[in-house]
């Protein structure tokens, strides 16, 4: 019965089989890199974020029906349930609390260190959310983007040490650099998925069933 | 005949074929699968594939439907309750053999 789970598994991993999934996250990090470092004001940031983000998310939908469904077939899976669900709940709301009691911890220490500690914080924790998915799902490229992140994360945190006054400022300067960083290395381990995904599975010619 | 083994001989004989198995357990672990899908996970031939599902469909288990996503033509393949709950108690029956031998 073990081979139903590596079935499971196995088609979770399709996700990241064909390098859109990453296309899809790095676009758009990078874009939230790019309005972070570039907007004049928060808002118009926020504004721009969403823009972002619906836009990348149907270009996803398109390069999915357009590239990868006519080669792998198309699938969707089913809400995870039982222990697994469990467990995954678990480490959701472990991490937000972390993140959370980090958050107010810094904050209680002045705004300015709190809106500069984000980064360094997020950098570690991302990437070791990474560096996990990349074992759960067998996707070992994962392991470099994870780490990419925990040492971007390492190397900003000695920017934002006592600096009281410019903190805030460094802060957001700090998670524009950190976003466009890893929405580059996603697209780019993401672009050269697809292209070797392309290249090993061509389009099959009938797909139908026939009845 | 011992009990344990007389429960294999009633096992449902529309999931007991390999293939329809392998349909089964890839249909239970999804929500649903275009019939490309199954084909190369399964290395069936599309004409043996269209035979198994057609049987999983008249017994109930399997639900096919055509539409279109994108303007694209899909038969979207997914596993109904009374498959799904029929695979379950497969799955029971077959663990419960093999920890008997």
């Known amino acids: 019965m073990n081979d139903l789970e590596s079935l499971i598994s196995r088609t979770q991993r399709q996700h990241f089989r064909d390098g859109t999934t990453e296309l899809m996250i790095g676009g758009i990090l990078l874009g939230g890199g790019l309005a972070l470092g570039f907007s004049p004001q928060p808002l118009f940031a926020g504004f721009t974020m969403i823009v972002i983000i619906l836009g990348v998310s149907w270009l996803y939908e398109r390069l999915k029906f357009r590239l990868v469904y006519p080669r792998s077939g198309f699938v969707t899976l089913r809400d995870q349930t039982g222990p697994r669900r469990l467990v995954q709940i678990l480490i959701g709301f472990a991490l937000g609390l972390a993140i959370v009691g980090g958050f107010l911890y810094f904050l209680l220490n002045g705004a300015n260190n709190a809106i500069a500690w984000i980064t360094p914080m997020m950098g570690i924790v991302i990437g070791l959310v990474l560096l996990a998915q990349s074992l759960w799902l067998k996707t070992y490229r994962l392991i470099v983007h994870g780490l990419l992140s925990v040492v971007t994360g390492i190397i900003f945190s000695p920017f934002v040490l006592g600096e009281q006054q410019t903190a805030g400022y460094i802060g957001l300067s700090l998670m524009s650099v950190y976003f466009f960083t890893l929405g580059l290395a996603f697209l780019v381990s993401g672009g050269l998925t697809l292209r070797s995904f392309v290249r090993q599975n061509p389009v099959q010619a009938e797909t139908s069933h026939a009845q | ?101």
Do not use: W
Not at chain 2, 50 to 56: E, Q, R, T, V
Not at chain 2, 62 to 71: D, F, N, P, Q
């Open chain 2, 1 to 101: 005949m011992p009990s344990d083994f007389r429960s294999l001989a009633d096992v449902d004989r529309i999931i007991h074929e390999p293939a329809r198995a392998t349909i089964a357990a890839i249909l239970y672990a999804v929500e649903s699968a275009d019939f490309l899908y199954l084909q190369r996970e399964t290395g069936l031939t599309k004409g043996n594939l269209s035979a198994h599902l057609s049987k999983l469909e008249e017994a109930g288990y399997v639900a096919i439907e055509k539409t279109y996503r994108l303007k694209i033509p899909l038969t979207l393949c997914r596993m109904t309750d009374a498959g799904r709950k029929a695979f379950e108690d497969y799955r029971q029956r077959l663990k419960q053999f093999v920890e008997t031998i």
